[in-house]
């Protein structure tokens, strides 16, 4: 069941959503409070959604000027829970934790995600950890990224590994990519100039 309760419709809309009932024989129970600022935005507050070993939980807003802050988190023991509403078999479990700031302005990111045994249509992911902060997301982006991946099979490839990573200053973001799959192997690096327009500078690839 879906409950919704909402205030000034055509105003600061204000409204608390509640969820109790069951997706695909999976117990489904959580709620959300949504509310429109007078200064313009959204804000979103007491976000905790569960069905079955699946939950969600955070708070998140949407300034003005499009720029979102906050928290949410994913934490996810097996993702076949979320088949029914994905229309497709999932699998495998996947820890997720984001963070947006806007300071000075600027939208900020920071994504830090873990998982094992990920599968999703024909894609696969034995073992994901990974760390990304981007700074200045919206306009000068500034990348940092750690992000390792095992046995993957992937655009009807299979990896046995892959490794992306990047270190950013204001005057670029290095990245180097270097992948294991069977037959060949892919290395290649590169900046990643916050220029307009946003530029991807090759140093090598082979």
Known sequence: ???????????????????????????????????????????????????GSVGIKGAAALDAAGLASGRVTLAAADLDD???????KLAGRLDADLVLDARDGRQGVALDAKGSGIRA???????????????????RPV???DIAIDRASLAGEV??????????????SDVTLNADAHGFNLSGAGRLVPSEPLRLDLAAFE
């Open 1 to 51: 069941v879906l409950e919704a309760v909402a205030r000034d419709l055509t105003g600061a809309l204000d409204a608390r959503l509640s969820l109790d009932g069951e997706v695909d024989k999976k117990p489904a129970k959580g709620g959300l409070k949504a509310a429109k600022q007078v200064s313009g935005g959204w804000r979103l507050d007491d976000v905790d959604v569960g069905i």
């Open 82 to 88: 979320l088949s029914a509403l994905a229309l497709q």
């Open 121 to 139: 249509a024909s894609a696969a992911i034995d073992r994901l950890d990974g760390k990304a902060r981007i700074a200045d997301a919206g306009s």
């Open 143 to 145: 990348v940092d990224a």
């Open 159 to 172: 990896f046995s590994k892959i490794r992306l990573a990047a270190k950013g200053t204001p005057a670029g």
